[in-house]
């Protein structure tokens, strides 16, 4: 038999993760409903800027553009100083200090990296199987898909929870790292204070480390107005950082999406080991972008600019949605109303759809979700008022 033959009577290797099919992908034939409206669709479905990034910030990004040496993985000297009191003065937290940052390409990306680069994993194979010594991850029970698709990566187990009580306890004792994520996507909820606090107790309890997923945090509404409480606040945890990882990112305060601009602080004892594999992996944020981040943390004005403007279309869409039948649930916080129909979510989304509306599925974020669907606020004033008068 020839070479050619011999391989030909092999099974091929099965290559690839074979992680779920991008759910977003279920939305198109939805899509082509809603772009059949005689005045087209309005698609809030994503939440991805609209808005025009700050002059301050293009030119900020204008001014660095000659930037022909590689850049640092830990981030400029100037970079981290910022961070670290952006943390201290927007955050409460008081404790922060610039060796305990680390800029990112995008929050996504650590977020769906941090339990492989944790060394997380075990012997449950590709997807966490679950049982015997295999790791587990936490997520939120109504959840963004990346937390449990970090665990996949790592091949740890990804278990929804909103309370370790909820856990058996091999299931607990297994607990190596746990996804908060407050202001929550897509529900809208914040952890107070309290509940952080509760959270930091039980994780340290069973020595896990807690990821804070923390992007929407300056998008706070009613009763968190001001301030939304963050894992790395001084009353949450005690001015002890051990263990505790605050991720943010400025695509959502400051149309920065398209630069990939976050940042991960907090955990002194893990951040040099972070810090050398993402070096080892060739992971670095941009010399320019960095310096618009530099720029762009100390500038409040901006933010609060941007702010007024999801602030007003949120009110036009949540009085629109109540009046057409919607309960919100939650949506104190960020750029998302959680509304429901009391229905599945898909009959909604094509109730939606006939309207020329594109809304976001909430079974997308799991079993906890299959009676809600996403409304971003992130359309353009005109379609924003468009929508509005659809649901009339």
């Known amino acids: 038999m020839s070479t050619t033959d011999r391989s030909s009577t092999q099974p091929a290797a099965a290559f690839g993760l074979h992680l779920p099919d991008y759910p977003w992908e279920l939305l198109a034939p939805y899509r082509e409903r809603a772009q059949a ?91 966490g199987a679950g049982g015997g010594n295999t790791d587990v991850v936490v997520c939120p029970r109504v959840a963004y898909p990346t937390y449990a698709v970090g665990a996949t990566l790592a091949g740890a187990e990804a278990v929804s929870a909103d309370s370790l009580d909820e856990l058996d306890d091999q299931t607990r004792s297994r607990v190596k790292l746990i996804y908060l994520n407050s202001p929550g996507n897509p529900t809208g909820s914040v952890l107070s204070r309290e509940d952080l606090a509760r959270w930091v107790r039980d994780a340290r309890e069973i020595g896990a480390v807690i990821a804070s997923d923390e992007c929407y945090a300056e998008l706070g509404w009613g009763e968190w107005e001001e301030s939304v409480p963050s894992i790395l606040d001084t009353e949450v945890n ?70 007024n403007l999801y602030r007003a279309r949120r009110e036009q869409l949540k ?44 079974a997308f974020y799991g079993p906890h979700g299959t009676e809600h669907v996403r409304i971003a606020l992130t359309a353009s004033d005109e379609r924003i008022q468009t929508a509005v008068e659809r649901l009339k």
């Open 37 to 127: 409206h005689p005045d087209g669709a309005v698609d809030v479905s994503i939440g991805t800027p609209v808005d025009p990034t700050p002059k301050i910030l293009q030119d900020a990004l204008a001014e660095a553009t000659d930037s022909p040496g590689y850049p640092t993985t830990q981030g400029t000297a100037e970079l981290r100083e910022a961070i670290a009191q952006w943390w201290r003065r927007r955050r409460n937290a008081a404790d922060v200090t610039a060796d305990m940052v680390m800029p990112v390409v995008g929050s996504k990306e650590f977020i769906a990296w941090l339990p492989l680069i944790l060394g997380l994993g075990g012997n449950g194979g590709q997807g």
């Open 319 to 362: 009085s629109a949605l109540e009046a057409a039948g919607f309960t919100i649930d939650h949506s104190e916080a960020g750029l998302y109303l959680w509304a429901t129909r009391g229905e599945d979510c898909w009959d909604t989304i094509g109730w939606l759809a006939d309207r020329g509306i594109i809304a976001g599925p909430g």
């Open 238 to 307: 005690g001015g002890d950082l051990t263990g505790l990882l605050g991720i943010y990112s400025m695509s959502k305060q400051s149309n920065l999406a398209g630069y990939r601009a976050a940042f991960v602080t907090g955990a002194p004892e893990l951040m040099p080991d972070l810090i050398n594999t993402r070096k080892h992996a060739g992971m670095m944020i941009p010399g320019p972008v960095q310096h618009a981040m530099t720029v762009g943390l100390t500038d409040d004005e901006h933010v609060a600019q941007q702010k």
